[in-house]
């Protein structure tokens, strides 16, 4: 059972260099996947789980988010005209998803920063942080299985995915040893970004965390870590080590669908992948991919 008192937390003050030029203008958590911006999945997902405040913690150019979810009541009066109800309907979604806030990072010193940021908003409840680099697939739901196990069990809980030792160095990577359910291991440890080498597994935090408003005194005195910036996972991997601050730290691993969209070729497969998947654009897309295949 989830509780709808859970609020979630969405950082999008990053720069997204990584996508320059078309993020020069726009935040890259507005890239289309598909038909939709990568943050309107996030929030989807956010809503399948119960929660229906959103808080997104935004940078410079946030204009387009906030419009994003806001009422267009122009183009809405547009398509109400012509009787386009099902292009309507599809404005619409976005505004009545859930409650929305924004607030700013100001200084972007990174991830642990910009969830600091979310204390006043957030107050002394447990609440869920939601990367949008990965999404979730719908029919996978992770979230809900986080909420439960923090709830059950009072603790902090991060998503982990195993992932080849090659790639590790791109994620947080956790320590963990085993519980009594099959999907959950303790955390005994954090390390942000290690190199194959010092890695002390190839569980990485995938973007999805369910944390104790705890996290927030924690936070407030974690030094820059990797990058110079002020790291989530050095506050998780404080609380791993003293479970008296609040409780343990637990992981769920996940083996469903997700889609990386961190990098641009990650976001290509993610969109053709999601595109595959959808009944209006996957039989042909999927002939086109067929045909071209062998040209390759
Ligand atoms: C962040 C976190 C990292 C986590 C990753 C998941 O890194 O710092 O621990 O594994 O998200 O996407 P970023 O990708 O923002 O550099």
Redesign the pocket.
Known sequence: MTTPTIKAVIPAA?LGTRFLPATKAMPKEMLPVVDKPAIQYVVEEAVGAGIDDILVIIGRNKNALANHFDRVTELEHTLEQKGDHGKLARVNETSALADIHFVRQGDPKG?GHAVLRARRHVGKETFAVM?G??LIDARDPLLSRMIDVSLSRSATVVALMEVDPSQIH???CADIEPTDEADVVTIKGLV??PSASEAPSNL????RYVLKPEIFDVLEQTPPGKGGEI???DALEELAGDSEIAGPVLGVVFTGRRYDT?DRLDYLKSSIQLALDRDDLGPQLGDWIKQLAPML
């Open positions: 990053g991830l990367l680099d990965d791109l994620y947080g942000e970004k990485a935090i995938i973007g790291q989530l996972t961190g």
